[in-house]
């Protein structure tokens, strides 16, 4: 675990509602430190384990061949009190900035939604009217995240947590890497919890078929990754699942969950068996189909 507590900082901000962020330098390069939020939702956790899905998250996808920001765990010190923090590297540089997809979502004046509406029927609209990138690389990248998103349960993948690197000099845009996965791998399931849901198969099984939901809509609802990945409706989702789950080794993805210091045991083996759970009854039933 690497201390953050005395980097030396810069006066860039970073937006988004989950948590404290600062800049700071790592090795003579740019990091966004993300500090963990609390969670008003359930008085047994101090704070969420945001910071650690954003870690494993990220690694998980660069580990299946999908570019993803780079992360380090670490601590940092404040107010007396030592926080698991992520340090996220700051993928931009002077006159390349993020754009995210509802920016160019926006652009396109018939959508039948603002640039943060989520119904998948719009949002592949998007990708094939949109003109800033190829259109096929751009739905190979949507449905490459949505798969891998399924696998690790991230219910909070909207327009604004992904998106393109924009040139300001040359005009162009090109695909960024994927960040922001805090939301995945079940931040808020605390150990008491986890010894309840690990002893049932249903409650296992409810957190494959049921929950978490995708933020894309479908018909107004959010969209049950189950349903849609095992129902082969979509070509391109197919596609995704054929490129994809070839490459999935849990040996190696537990390997990464085990040297994980700050996890306790118990939620170590729960991510290891839900990840397993979530692999052969969405992924491997719908590429056996397939």
């Known amino acids: ?3 953050f507590t005395n980097l030396p900082t810069k006066k ?8 404290s962020k600062l800049s700071v330098i790592y090795n003579d390069e740019l990091y966004m430190l993300k500090l963990p939020m609390h969670v008003l939702k359930n008085p047994n956790l101090s704070y969420t384990n945001s910071c650690t899905s954003e870690y494993l998250g990220c690694h998980i996808f660069n580990m299946l061949g999908i570019k993803a920001q780079e992360t380090l765990l670490g601590t940092y010190k404040y107010h007396d009190k030592v926080k698991t923090v992520v340090a996220c590297k700051d993928f931009t540089s002077p006159g390349v900035v993020i754009l995210d997809f509802a920016s160019i979502k ?13 119904e998948l029927s719009d949002i592949i609209d998007t990708i094939n009217k949109q003109t800033v ?9 949507f449905w490459n995240m949505f798969v891998v998103d399924a696998f690790i349960g991230n219910w909070d993948r909207h327009n604004g947590n992904w998106g393109f690197l924009y ?7 090109e695909i960024a890497p994927i960040f922001d996965c805090g939301s995945a791998l079940f931040p808020q399931i605390d150990d008491e919890l ?30 049950n990754y189950h349903k849609v990945i095992t ?9 995704a699942i054929k490129r994809i789950v070839p490459k999935i080794q849990l040996d190696d993805i537990n390997k990464l969950i085990d040297n994980v210091e700050e996890l306790s045991q ?22 056996k189909k397939l």
């Open 194 to 223: 986890i010894k309840k849901v690990i002893s049932s198969k249903a409650e296992m099984n409810a957190r494959v078929y049921d929950i978490p939901t995708s933020a894309i809509l479908i018909d107004g609802k959010r969209a």
């Open 167 to 173: 040139n300001q000099e040359t005009d162009k845009l």
């Open 231 to 239: 129902s082969l409706e979509y070509k391109d989702c197919n596609n």
């Open 1 to 3: 675990m690497l201390d």
């Open 266 to 287: 118990l939620k170590k083996e729960f991510l290891k068996k839900i990840l397993k759970l979530r692999k052969e009854l969405i992924l491997d039933a719908a590429f």
């Open 12 to 19: 860039k901000a970073y937006g988004g509602a989950n948590g």
């Open 133 to 141: 990138v190829d259109s096929e690389e751009l739905k190979e990248h």
């Open 106 to 118: 926006n652009q396109i004046i018939d959508s039948a939604s603002n640039g943060y509406g989520t």
